[in-house]
């Protein structure tokens, strides 16, 4: 009997660790142009995300569309790029408040060789830049 008294928190330990233990992506795979958030070398809890979805929906690439400002233009890049960093500052705050320690473009995380399974959070997204 005693010895079972020691057995079993080793193996609630070994259950544990098991249930936490970190996803990686393999270093052959990583593309760094699909990750916007987090290290793709030691995760547990990833999402994905639509960004170019995201970027279409901030004010400032609606203001671009609704006042037709021709693409090359001065106006068009600083409003792009003022779109692009909208939806980074509201990937980085959804991780943060969900607790998604890394986010990825839609499709990369499935498409892997070993596909990795996770949350969209493109109309949370959405809906944050819209704010």
Same mark, same amino acid.
């Given at each position: 009997?005693?010895?079972?008294?020691?057995?079993? /928190?080793?193996?609630?330990?070994?259950?544990?660790?098991?249930?936490?233990?970190?996803?990686?992506?393999?270093?052959?795979?990583?593309?760094?142009?699909?990750?916007?958030?987090?290290?793709?070398?030691?995760?547990?809890?990833?999402?994905?995300?639509?960004?170019?979805?995201?970027?279409?929906?901030?004010?400032?690439?609606?203001?671009?569309?609704?006042?037709?400002?021709?693409?090359?233009?001065?106006?068009?890049?600083?409003?792009?790029?003022?779109?692009?960093?909208?939806?980074?500052?509201?990937?980085?705050?959804?991780?943060?408040?969900?607790?998604?320690?890394?986010?990825?473009?839609?499709?990369?995380?499935?498409?892997?060789?070993? /596909?990795?399974?996770?949350?969209?959070?493109?109309?949370?997204?959405?809906?944050?830049?819209?704010?």
């Amino acid at each position: 009997m005693k010895r079972l008294s020691v057995i079993a /928190p080793v193996f609630l330990v070994i259950a544990s660790i098991v249930a936490y233990a970190d996803l990686v992506i393999p270093p052959q795979d990583i593309e760094l142009e699909q990750i916007f958030f987090g290290n793709p070398a030691s995760f547990s809890n990833p999402a994905e995300i639509d960004v170019e979805a995201l970027t279409l929906a901030t004010p400032e690439f609606k203001e671009i569309k609704r006042k037709k400002i021709k693409k090359g233009t001065g106006k068009y890049w600083i409003l792009r790029s003022n779109a692009t960093d909208r939806a980074h500052r509201a990937i980085k705050k959804l991780a943060e408040e969900l607790e998604y320690d890394l986010i990825a473009n839609e499709g990369y995380l499935g498409e892997l060789p070993t /596909p990795i399974e996770c949350d969209n959070i493109t109309k949370n997204a959405i809906k944050l830049v819209k704010e």
